[in-house]
């Protein structure tokens, strides 16, 4: 799992079906941890969320079953103590 920041919308016209009815963001990780992910979105963000991020396995999880996805957001962020 890891923190990140939503910046940006993507957009999928032509997509799997199985794909259908899944809203992607664009989520940089926290701390430059490398480039930004796309992320299949299961807890309604928008640009600017801080939000919780799983992938692989855990993302296919939180998608369903039968969506080919590798990144997936699972919860929006309220407070991080450190």
Not at 13 to 21: A, F, I, N, V, Y
């Amino acid at each position: 799992m890891l923190l990140g920041t939503v910046i940006g919308n993507v957009w999928c016209t032509k997509k799997l079906q199985s794909l259908t009815g899944q809203a992607f963001l664009l989520v940089a990780p926290e701390g430059h941890q490398g480039p930004p992910l796309v992320c299949a979105d299961q807890a309604g963000a928008g640009p600017g969320d801080q939000v919780l991020v799983v992938s692989g396995g855990g993302a296919r999880v939180a998608a369903g079953a039968h969506v080919p996805v590798d990144a997936a957001i699972v919860g929006i962020v309220d407070h991080v103590e450190r």
